[in-house]
């Protein structure tokens, strides 16, 4: 076991995104997974229809917990949700600097449901970016984070290197939510390099959590040591493989099959 990731997220009881998947992302890729908790949701695959933000000095105090014992060698933060919840990871990241930040602007649910609204957009842009070490926003997150619209591979280059203007470090910009048979996720550093991506599209409603998933793959790559590059592509193929050997549960967006890198107990 390598590599020490402290996820800063919120809980889904399906098992398909949030902490849960988080987890077993980490865990998967042979990572220790540690966790903060900043909200309860209530949803399955068809929606999501409750969420229950986690008190600020309760987050912070999950977070020093795990630093101030186990450590960590990179931050995943997914689901932030409120001002307050913000406020605390941006003193926890500032207390912090020296640990490797992914960040995955969750905004929107795969269900279409809302899981922050535009004054957390505009902290994540103006007050996150700068503390991260990369950024992994899918197209519309893109857009909420940019005010321009994403489409096409010219347009999440050009997404990338205004996250990057705005202070990332690095911006992986998701293509699942574009057309086309081809999924591009594009990779844009300091100085405007590029990489682009390229999987086949999958025709599946098994996508739930997909997001959590890829930002907890990247975030186990660089704990343990990959170069960021490396860390994203065996990310985009592990999330690939999830969603292409995923089981097919529940009636909406079914989750992925987070296990496959893994062998049965005998």
């Known amino acids: ?24 992302t980490v ?15 209530v949803q399955n695959t068809l929606g999501v229809t409750g969420v229950h933000a986690i008190a600020g000095d309760i987050i912070a105090g999950q977070v020093e917990a795990v630093l101030s014992d186990i450590g960590a060698d990179a931050i995943k933060i997914g ?53 991260t070490t990369i950024v992994t926003p899918n197209l519309p997150e893109a857009e909420a984070l940019t005010g321009v619209p994403v489409t096409g591979d010219d347009g999440q280059k050009a997404a990338g290197a205004a996250l990057i203007r705005a202070g990332a470090n690095a911006a992986l910009v998701k293509g699942g ?14 100085g405007g390099k590029a990489r682009v991506f390229m999987k086949p599209r999958i025709e599946t409603t098994s996508t739930h959590g997909t997001g959590c998933t890829l930002a907890s793959a990247v975030a186990t790559g660089i704990a343990q040591g990959l170069p960021l590059e490396q860390a994203v592509a ?33």
Request: aromatic share 4%; hydrophobic share 45%.
């Open 27 to 41: 865990t998967a890729l042979g990572g220790y997974a540690a966790t903060a908790i900043t909200a309860l949701t």
């Open 79 to 131: 689901m932030i949700g409120t001002l307050e919840t913000a406020e605390v990871i941006e003193a926890a990241l500032k207390a912090h600097p020296d640990i490797p930040v992914v960040l995955d602007p969750v905004l929107v649910a795969t269900s279409g449901d809302a899981l922050g609204d535009t004054e957390v957009a505009h902290f994540i842009r103006d007050r996150l970016l700068p503390l």
């Open 177 to 190: 939510h574009d057309q086309g048979e081809t999924v591009c996720d594009v990779l844009v550093t300091g």
């Open 234 to 266: 065996r990310a985009i193929d592990y999330v690939w493989t999830a969603i292409k050997t995923a089981p097919g549960y529940g009636a909406g967006h079914g989750p992925l099959n987070h296990a496959h890198t893994m062998r049965p107990v005998e």
């Open 1 to 24: 076991m390598k590599g020490r990731v402290l996820i800063i997220a919120g809980s889904d009881p399906s098992g398909g995104a949030g902490i849960q998947a988080d987890i077993k």
